[in-house]
């Protein structure tokens, strides 16, 4: 990856592509920012819309819509196509219906020479991006998907609310799969320095583990909320996006809850799934593997079980 070009190519130009377009126009993520849609006339109605906000932006970039092709220089591919969630309808009944739109998408895209990184937003994601990975042949490294990534900014804005406190001084987690069977590792959770349970035991019934439980289940039901509220969500993965992009680009190595194939971490192998990464200009540098109790060591394991029986017999 190049430090003086920041090339993005966006398949997808759907609310959470264009979401993630619209943060990172805002932000001034990128330089050149492709959009590609299978309609291509959607495409360049939304490229033209972003160009027209330029003359606000602090931002110098360049915005058009383009082809397959035009991902042979890119830095990073961001895939957000596919069919939406349906109100009461799992990630995981996506499945099937977007494993026929990747295979249309994935070929194309490596047919050009692409050689940069994988960014999947599509759900359900942690399967997503393992069919992506297997359809590349990429290093997994170069392979990710925003996981539980929106998952914990939510679980840090509720805790905030809780606490009294700013989001960003709450350090906790969502993990697992990005669905039904994630969860929050408490064990792992702290306000600054301090562990979130430890502030339960000393607030003489202020705070309670009764209390993070109904955190958790808030957590993982929001999206089925706003999508029976407003029909789908797109903001909130679209600054996921976006802050995931910015550390790639800015080579932080940041910490973020991304999906990324296990290999021997946490007992399990082969599985893409929601865990704290390393994230730089490489991709996913290292799963950084925390120390979970046996009751989350559980929880994980039948997260992951989930996810592999989800992924079994797909013809890839």
């Not at 050149?32 to 932006?57: P, Q, W, Y």
């Not at 070929?107 to 590349?136: W, Y």
Request: charged share 25%.
């Amino acid at each position: 990856m190049t430090n003086d070009k920041r090339k993005v190519v966006l398949v997808g130009c759907g609310m959470v592509g264009m979401s993630y377009a619209y943060a990172m126009l805002n932000q001034g993520i990128c330089d050149e920012l492709v959009l590609i849609d299978v309609d291509k006339k959607r495409a360049e109605g939304e490229a033209m819309d972003l160009n027209h906000g330029l003359a606000f932006s602090g931002a110098n970039m360049k915005i058009y819509a383009g082809e397959y092709k035009d991902c042979s220089d890119a830095d990073i591919v961001t895939i957000c196509a596919g069919v939406a969630q349906k109100p009461g309808e799992t990630r995981l009944d996506l499945l099937q219906r977007n494993e026929i739109v990747f295979k249309s998408i994935i070929d194309p895209i490596t047919e050009s020479g692409f050689n940069g990184i994988f960014i999947v937003a599509t759900n359900p994601v942690d399967v997503m991006t393992r069919i992506t990975c297997s359809l590349s042949g990429f290093n997994p490294r170069r392979v990710l998907g925003t996981g539980t990534a929106l998952d914990t900014a939510r679980l840090r804005y509720c805790l905030g609310e809780y606490f009294g406190v700013d989001p960003r001084n709450m350090h906790a987690y969502v993990m697992g799969e990005h669905g039904d069977t994630e969860f929050v590792p408490w064990s792992q959770a702290m306000l600054a320095t301090k562990p979130v349970l430890e502030l339960c035991e000393e607030s003489s019934g202020k705070y309670c583990t009764e209390d993070l439980n109904g955190i958790t289940d808030e957590v993982r039901t929001a999206a089925y909320k706003i999508i029976e509220a407003k029909r789908a969500t797109y903001y909130g993965i679209g600054m996921a996006l976006t802050r995931i992009t910015k550390a790639i680009f800015g080579n932080e190595s940041s910490v973020l809850t991304v999906s990324a194939k296990l290999r021997g971490e946490y007992g399990e192998k082969d599985v893409f799934v929601g865990v704290p990464c390393i994230v730089n200009r490489n991709g996913i540098q290292r799963v950084l593997e925390l120390n979970l109790n046996e009751e989350e060591k559980a929880q994980f394991k039948a997260s992951c079980e989930t996810l592999q029986k989800s992924y079994q017999g797909l013809k890839i």
